[in-house]
């Protein structure tokens, strides 16, 4: 295993459309993260996964975002009705339990 | 609530030249840990330590070094003798203890030079 994955690395959509992400973390990390990046900002927390339960949601999470990680493997991130204002790299990482967090090279959303 | 500066927006050097990347942070926890990344233009996060609250001994590692100074609330990052592939954006993060999840800083970008 060579570390976090996330698919695909772009993504150009038209706003108003459906766009899903997926990550998949180290194989033994239990905890798995989203954040989103957008540009001359650090990272912001969105949400986290401790197996497959989603312990913790930030605010910046509107109703237009779910995440999901079933059976406490992959992660998948969906944004419905896309928004230009969701333009932003969105950034998974995953840990085993408190231990640091290894990021994945993000996936760079662009909404037109 | 946490919240983590990084006052340097952007720091230009030449090559073998030191630079200190300064943190500072602010929470009402008294044990919690901090973090320092290095973002590269790939994008991808890569970590490069983590410290407890507790522990405020001088870390380094080849090249890199950190200074934790709690009384004055911060985890400053220094690269000695710096080669152009150190050139990336620097985040320095906090977590609460018994929290995964974390607060970053704004970011340094540094451009290390030839």
């Known amino acids: 295993d060579t570390g976090v994955s996330q698919d695909p690395r772009h993504k150009i959509t038209k706003r108003g459309q459906n766009v899903t992400f997926r990550c998949d973390p180290i194989s033994e990390h239990n905890r798995l993260y989203w954040y989103r990046q957008t540009l001359g900002q650090g990272p912001e927390f969105l949400t986290y996964f401790q197996n497959e339960a989603q312990l913790e949601k930030s605010r910046l999470l509107s109703d237009r975002f779910s995440a999901e990680r079933p059976k406490g493997s992959f992660s998948t991130l969906e944004i419905q009705r896309t928004e230009q204002g969701d333009s932003a790299m969105y950034l998974c990482a995953s840990s085993l339990d408190e231990t640091e967090a290894f990021f994945g090279q993000g996936t760079r959303l662009t909404v037109v | 609530a946490q919240k983590v500066t990084q006052a340097q927006t952007e720091i230009s050097v030449v090559e073998k030249e030191d630079v200190t990347l300064d943190c500072v942070y602010e929470t009402r926890d008294t044990t919690y840990y901090l973090f320092w990344y290095k973002q590269p233009p790939s994008g991808e996060l890569v970590f490069l330590i983590r410290r407890n609250s507790f522990d405020e001994q001088n870390e380094i590692s080849g090249r890199y070094s950190w200074n934790f100074q709690k009384s004055t609330s911060s985890f400053n990052f220094t690269i000695t003798a710096s080669q152009v592939v150190d050139s990336a954006v620097y985040f320095c993060?906090?977590?609460?203890?018994?929290?995964?999840?974390?607060?970053f800083g704004k970011g340094t970008m540094l451009l290390v030079s030839p």
């Open positions: 993060a906090l977590s609460e203890y018994g929290y995964s999840t974390l607060t």
